[in-house]
């Protein structure tokens, strides 16, 4: 099987929200590929982070595209917006496909636990998680804002990036003469100031036509309290002033 893997909201690194524009044309794009390919290909829409928007308007998912009933596999997690320990997803498939699928995770881990599926269960049915979700979006948007209020306060004006609505990141771009990846100054300078962040390079696929561009940072306000992101962003902020 065939497919374009999409994580269309607020999307890890970069933090885009993919409109319902390039989702049909995607799948139109698909289905014009099906006669040379000689089988399906898909459109498999990963809304993980769907439910952590903090700012503007849902955008609609690919289901409601033509054809998606077709080819569009949309799945979702209770990970992210309700508890990391909790590894219970869904899925709304194709029917041609639901059948297979549910063989082969019944193959691959024997069932979800009994255990986390009841909880959610309950939690979905007395309303807490609806109750929960403002709550968890009003929490990483403050943090969020206190991330980005500290990048515009430290960081050298020729460091961009994108106010993010929603996730758990902020998508960095150096000037080119600057380099983020691994082996960089920028990065082992911050190791020394105990700053971590995920150097751009590592969330490209290898291409081999053309070169992982190695100027960009992915900065996460997820799990740090916002006095240790204030912190870190100063530390990281003065190893970018001192590199340019």
Partial sequence: MKMLYLVSYSQNPTGITTSFAKKAGALAMLKRFEPAAGHPIYLLED????????AGDDVVSAL?????????IYTGTYSKPFATGVRVGFGILPKPLLTVVLRVKANHDFGTSNLLQQLLCRALASCRYERHLPELQRRYARKAATMTRAMREHFPADVRWQEPGGGLYVWARC?????SGVNSKLFQSALKRDVLYVPGELCYANDPTRRKPNCEMRISFGSAT???MRTGIERLGATLRELL
Avoid: I, N, S
């Fill in 226 to 228: 916002e006095a240790d």
């Fill in 47 to 54: 809304a993980a982070y769907r439910e952590l928007r903090f």
């Fill in 64 to 72: 409601a595209a033509e054809g998606a009933d077709e080819r569009v």
């Fill in 175 to 179: 000037p080119k003469r600057v380099k």
